[in-house]
């Protein structure tokens, strides 16, 4: 008989204890509402705008202020898209809009002074970035060009160059081809920016690599990063993202097409581009779709590790919600499974059955070591409590590197495991992933190495014996770098 009640006790507690599991939280949630927010938009972009640590929010044309990850409250409405950096390395970050084509100065993180643009050709813009082309420590622009379908035109593409803080001139544009989203990235570790732009109209993708002094050579075709099939000569590129999706301390990239299968043919679907490094003259390996399944009407892609195990997942939306033939289509979360496999996990972490959206964004809202996601006007709160992580904040002294840091490459290693991140100022199409670095580390909990590539190939390696915090590096007035620990 005693037998009998121990084992009921036991199974009783088994079974308690499986409960409390299955009812914790787990995924993401949506938070908007009780954060206050009111979203709309077709784009969004994470940034600290008031200097207080904690990532703000541009969505919709308006700022809104992170309270402490407790709520958010409306600073400025009617922006526009907006992309973010300090632009005359002032400290504060200000704000681009590609939708109107504007330029906000950040007065003290209280409120946002249009300043004066060089006249512009006619244009419609769907994405842009900002990085430093010619190295001068300040930031420039590269702004996509779209189209005006019904009249057959093409937008020009604009290089906007940074004249020392004071505001911007049209240095170049080009008409070949229709953008949509535009990111930049040091991809070739040559200490400048380079630009991956995305078209749309079956047209090629353009790799524009940077000389070092803000003169580009398309070499997409070279180094095989037009993301396309044999069959034809682009795709219906609308957005792009950047990232070590194999920890070999190399960024890829991985590139997102809509792609119509009709009587024409099947078009090219997204694919992964692998860099294979220096010895293969920083050229991309195609390594097709990697696991992302076929839906016709893929639109805007954000990489992030959200679940802290140490690989770049990747986030992917939908432009319809029934495409072709009456297919449901909707945004993926797919778990990076290593070795350029991803796997479909959107519905076990309650992100199914999203609308279509343009928007995909990543940042830390809340400050507890993962990712939070900003899309389809709703932010998910990350509720996964699992692996250690390490967030790293760059700033630049404005002189050697811009304020904002853009397109400094950070590494993270322990033992045989390197983790790489770039800080970037626009991704997928017309998106912000906050500036911020966010290293999921997994397993790793040993002191790490932090190695920072500066803007002249320049690397700084620091020490740190505990993770699971945020610090921050600092340049000095002579160039060299300075660790703190900020929690």
């Known amino acids: 008989m005693r037998y009998y009640l121990l084992l009921s006790i036991l199974l009783l507690t088994v079974t308690s204890e499986l409960a409390a599991q299955d009812s914790a939280p787990s995924g993401f949630t949506d938070q908007t509402a009780s954060l206050g927010l009111e979203l709309g938009g077709s784009a969004a972009c994470w940034a600290d705008l008031n200097n207080d640590g904690w990532p703000d929010l541009c969505c919709g044309g ?19 898209e907006l992309i973010a950096a300090d632009f005359n390395n002032d400290g504060f970050v ?42 001068d ?10 189209e005006d ?72 075709p070279i180094v095989n990063a037009v993301a396309t099939s044999d069959q034809f000569g682009g795709g219906h590129s609308i957005g792009a993202a950047w990232g070590d999706f194999n920890n070999d301390g190399l960024m890829d990239l991985f590139a997102g097409n809509f792609a119509h299968r ?17 010895d293969k003259e920083y050229a991309f390996e195609d390594c097709g779709t990697s696991g992302v399944f076929y839906q016709e009407s893929y639109a805007s892609p954000a990489v992030g590790d959200f679940d802290n195990d140490g690989n770049l997942d990747l986030f992917f939306t ?10 449901k289509n909707n945004a993926v979360l797919y778990k990076n499974q290593t070795n350029f496999q991803f796997s479909d996990v959107t519905v076990a972490n309650q992100l199914g059955n999203l609308p279509p959206t343009y928007q995909a964004a990543w940042a830390d809202y809340d400050r507890d070591g993962d990712l939070d996601l900003i899309t389809a006007n709703k932010l998910f709160q990350n509720q996964l409590d699992n692996g250690h992580w390490l967030k790293v904040q760059v700033q630049g002294n404005g002189t050697d590197l811009n304020r904002s840091a853009i397109s400094t490459v950070v590494k993270v290693t322990s033992g045989k495991q390197t983790f790489t991140r770039a800080v970037e100022a626009g991704t997928g199409q017309g998106n912000q992933n906050d500036i911020t670095l966010h290293f999921g580390l997994g397993t790793v909990n040993t002191p790490v190495s932090i ?19 945020l610090v921050t590096i600092r340049q000095s007035g002579n160039g060299t770098f300075e660790l703190t620990n900020d929690n």
């Open 137 to 146: 420590g300040y930031v420039d622009l590269y702004v996509g060009g779209y």
């Open 149 to 220: 379908w019904g009249k057959g035109i093409t937008y020009p593409d604009l290089f906007l160059m940074n004249e020392k803080g004071t505001g911007f001139q049209l240095a170049r544009t080009d008409s070949q081809y229709r953008a949509r989203g535009i990111t930049a990235c040091d991809y070739d570790l040559d200490g400048d920016p380079d630009i991956y732009v995305s078209n749309y109209r079956l047209q090629p993708n353009l790799l524009w690599v940077n000389d070092g002094a803000g003169n580009f050579e398309n070499k997409a």
């Open 262 to 278: 009709d009587s024409r043919g099947n078009q090219p679907q997204s694919r992964f581009l692998k860099n294979l490094g220096s």
């Open 94 to 135: 200000d704000l681009f809009s590609w939708s109107n084509f504007k330029l906000y100065k950040n007065v003290d993180g209280k409120e946002f002074i249009p300043v004066d643009l060089p006249d512009l050709p006619k244009s419609v813009s769907l994405g842009a970035c900002w990085a430093d082309f010619n190295r």
């Open 62 to 80: 308006t700022v809104w202020i992170n309270e402490k990850g407790q709520k958010f409250s409306g600073l400025a409405t009617g922006l526009g």
């Open 318 to 327: 939908t432009v319809y919600g029934t495409a072709s033939f009456g297919k």
């Open 451 to 469: 190695e920072i590539l500066g803007p002249n190939q320049d690397s700084q390696s620091f020490t740190l014996g505990e993770v699971n915090r």
